[in-house]
């Protein structure tokens, strides 16, 4: 309790998101929640601040993620505009398409759509080079963002943000939505010996903060010099129902991210990448669901159901992933279910269950080795792992990065734009 209340200094739990049920209780929910109107960043650009692009030479950082309501690329409705001098384009992670698997370098080179040259962030370069950057006078960036610090869309906004400063481009951020929301903050903040590309700047793992206001907050933490403007989203507000009652379409931001039901997850689950652990990748669900050939998921989910886990249920499943770990392999373990948004805490969460795994099946449970764990590049510090190793229980490991967690809370509180 002593966690979750810290955690409660940081927040309202009272303007938390709407319920979020399970999918045999989700249709009669939709029915109840009105459709709230929801305009992104690129069409209120469109509608209103097309000046600022007047006789600029003009990038756009996107991928399929960067649609108007009606599913219209960006991209397109840039090009529609006489008036926007389009020249190229930058791809974050899975590439301009997003088709590429996690972690795949996606290389350089024309797009074939639109014939413009269309560099990769993901790929022999992360960051911006000045040959990329060369003549460019705004950089406009229209990306879902999915609300997780080791989600790399925010860290190769970092690195845009810091090429922008050298080449003197101005960077213009089209805001979107968090799917999280924007009112639950969780997780260690990341430690410096565990900065990666998974984690380039010292926030937990949920900041609750769209793009425009990470790119705020990373450009005056960061002292950097780069000319930044936010054009924000309409209509959405930080403690609004999820995503699924909006009339934004929901494109998945990458090929493991099908759903707003796999963000909600994902801040959590995504941990077993850093285990022997399937995280689900080559299923129906992925981050969904969780397994391995060794695992009793009836037991696991009778253990996970027991530990009163807030806003969450665990049901067994069987699944066989068609690539990643295991594949062609049957899988059994459980599928982790929301079902109250306003109280559900996937990192939480994902910690039990990754203690429960390693502590029903320690002979067979591994952490991914390597010069520098993954499972803590993807924490953001050792203490997750250590505190598992030893025998901890969760509250105990939570406790050891409350401090920080409140005084990014005093950071993130100065660059939120929305109500």
Not at 318 to 324: K, Q, V
Request: glycine share 10%; hydrophobic share 45%.
């Amino acid at each position: 309790m002593r966690v979750l209340s810290v955690l409660m200094l940081l927040i309202n739990p009272a303007a938390g998101n709407a319920a979020y049920a399970p999918p045999a209780k989700l249709a009669p929910i939709v029915a109840r929640v009105a459709t709230k109107h929801i305009t992104p960043g690129i069409e209120v650009l469109l509608s209103d601040r097309l000046a600022l692009l007047s006789g600029k030479r003009v990038a756009l950082l996107t991928n399929q993620t960067g649609v108007d309501r009606k599913g219209v690329s960006s991209v397109d409705l840039l090009r529609a505009q006489p008036g926007v001098n389009l020249v190229a384009l930058f791809s974050p992670e899975h590439g301009v398409r997003g088709q590429a698997q996690a972690g795949e370098r996606v290389a350089s080179g024309i797009d074939a759509k639109t014939g413009l040259p269309a560099h990769s962030l993901y790929g022999e370069t992360k960051m911006p080079t000045p040959a990329m950057m060369a003549g460019i006078d705004v950089v406009l960036v229209d990306l879902q963002d999915v609300g997780t610090r080791f989600y790399t869309y925010s860290t190769t906004l970092l690195f845009m943000l810091r090429a922008a400063e050298k080449s003197g481009a101005e960077v213009i951020i089209l805001d979107r939505p968090n799917p999280q929301g924007g009112v639950l903050v969780e997780g260690p903040v990341l430690e410096p010996p565990f900065a990666s590309f998974v984690g380039s700047f010292a926030m937990p793992v949920r900041h609750g903060m769209t793009l425009g206001e990470l790119a705020k907050m990373f450009v005056s933490e960061e002292k950097l010099r780069t000319k930044l403007r936010v054009i924000p989203v309409r209509g959405w507000e930080r403690a609004m129902h999820p995503y699924f009652a909006w009339d934004l379409p929901w494109v998945p931001p990458s090929p493991n991210m099908p759903s707003p039901k796999t963000a909600a997850v994902y801040p959590g689950t995504a941990l077993f990448e850093g285990t022997n652990i399937s995280e689900g990748r080559g299923s129906e669900k992925p981050f969904e669901y969780v397994g391995a050939p060794f695992i009793d998921g009836a037991a696991l989910a009778e253990r996970m159901n027991a530990a009163g886990l807030p806003g969450v249920a665990f049901k067994p499943i069987s699944f066989t992933p068609t690539f990643s770990k295991f594949a062609g392999q049957t899988c059994r373990g459980v599928w982790v279910i929301p079902t109250d948004r306003k109280t559900f805490m996937p990192f939480r969460t994902g910690i039990a269950l990754v203690k429960a795994v390693h502590d029903l099946y320690p002979d067979q449970f591994r952490f991914r080795e390597g010069v520098l764990s993954f499972f803590d590049q993807l924490a953001g510090t050792d203490a997750v792992r250590k505190g598992i190793i030893a025998g901890q229980d969760v509250t105990t490991i939570e406790q050891q990065w409350q401090a920080r967690l409140a005084e990014f809370g005093k950071v993130r509180a100065r660059y939120l734009i929305y109500r």
